[in-house]
């Protein structure tokens, strides 16, 4: 068992910046990856980055160039830099374990963007 928890969401203007923080309970590097998502509502939720155990990274391509995944594997967390925000980035962000046969969910950080 796994526990996620999500912090650094807020209301910002657009272009401002905003570092999301997820902590795990255990080892992050057992770990096949870790990602953070997206859920707006009235649509589905959706990947925006993940970063695997040996650090290679993916994201969506609404946010490549703006958001910028890390990891430190010491503290178990993991980090999603937001930069450049946008009001369509407003949606409430999951952090995700997926820990190879079965997925660890946070309960989510608000991330609000006005215009």
């Known amino acids: 068992q796994v526990q996620l928890v999500e912090s650094g969401g807020g209301l910002v203007q657009t272009g401002g910046s905003l570092r999301l923080s997820c902590a795990a309970s255990?080892?992050?590097?057992?770990?096949?990856?870790m990602g953070w998502y997206r859920q707006a509502p009235g649509k589905q939720r959706e990947l925006v980055a993940t970063?695997?155990?040996?650090?290679?990274?993916h994201y969506a391509d609404s946010v490549k160039g703006r958001f910028t995944i890390s990891r430190d594997n010491a503290k178990n967390t993991v980090y999603l830099q937001c930069n450049n925000l946008k009001p369509e980035d407003t949606a409430l962000y999951y952090c995700?374990?997926?820990?190879?046969?079965?997925?660890?969910w946070g309960q989510g950080t608000q991330v609000t963007v006005s215009s």
């Open positions: 970063i695997t155990s040996v650090g290679s990274t």
């Open positions: 995700n374990a997926d820990a190879f046969i079965i997925d660890y």
């Open positions: 255990r080892g992050i590097l057992s770990m096949k990856s």
